[in-house]
């Protein structure tokens, strides 16, 4: 099994360019999400979803948008690309809504760059 | 919203030592998870911890839920080589509904 997989694993952007990046898991998991790592912060969740057709915003969501279509993809995008905005970016799915028995799969990441 | 810190922040020790780090939180958790980031790569879980005074081991890690809930505290004995990373702490509270809260992250470094 693949697991999560993110594309691309690294991106440069011009601030104020647009660009999907993209989540697929093989899983059926039910619950994914998106988040963004900064130094010395952790991992912050910009929005996720518990299924087709359901999103939600998580900690951080300004500037970002998601949809789900499909169970299993989730991809993510950047409508006008900010400096503030430069992380990297982990995708996670779970096989349900999370719980202590639901823990997150995380993709390999994707490190995005706004100049 | 809910704050986690985790100590401390980065570690730099020889091949064989041990290692401790811990997490406290200003609210209590339902579940404490540890994960561990190698470079370059997505976080693995480690443990995972659902109740309080809960100890568990995972090989060479051991890791144990607070009596108080508030805290967690990850173990790593005679560290080597590969155990270079970033560990994350994250917690779960029932009321939060899907969202996890994560530490600021250890980075581990082992010198042979």
């Known amino acids: 099994n693949a697991g999560v997989t993110q594309t691309p694993k690294f991106q440069v952007l011009k601030t104020g360019q647009s660009m999907t990046l993209q989540c697929a898991q093989d899983?059926?998991?039910?619950?994914m999400s998106w988040y963004r790592q900064d130094p010395g912060m952790g991992l912050r969740l910009i929005h996720y979803s518990v299924g087709a057709g359901i999103t939600d915003q998580g900690e951080v969501p300004n500037g970002y948008n998601v949809s789900r279509s499909t169970t299993e993809d989730f991809p993510l995008r950047l409508l006008s690309a900010a400096p503030s905005q430069t992380s990297v970016y982990f995708c996670?799915?779970?096989?349900?809504?999370?719980?202590?028995?639901?823990?997150?799969?995380f993709g390999a990441g994707s490190r995005l760059t706004v100049l | 919203g809910q704050q986690l810190n985790q100590s401390p922040q980065s570690m730099f020790i020889q091949e064989g030592e041990d290692v401790s780090m811990n997490c406290t939180s200003s609210?209590?958790?339902?579940?404490w998870l540890w994960y561990k980031q190698d470079p370059g790569e997505g976080p693995v879980l480690l443990i995972a911890l659902y109740k309080a005074g809960e100890l568990t081991s995972n090989g060479r890690l051991t890791a144990q839920f607070g009596i108080t809930r508030k805290d967690s505290f990850l173990n790593i004995s005679a560290s080597i080589p590969s155990d270079v990373g970033i560990y994350f702490c994250a917690g779960h509270s029932v009321g939060a509904g899907n969202m996890l809260t994560f530490g600021g992250g250890t980075r581990l470094m082992v010198k042979p």
């Open positions: 899983m059926n998991h039910e619950y």
């Open positions: 996670a799915s779970s096989r349900g809504q999370i719980s202590g028995a639901n823990v997150l799969t």
């Open positions: 609210s209590i958790f339902n579940t």
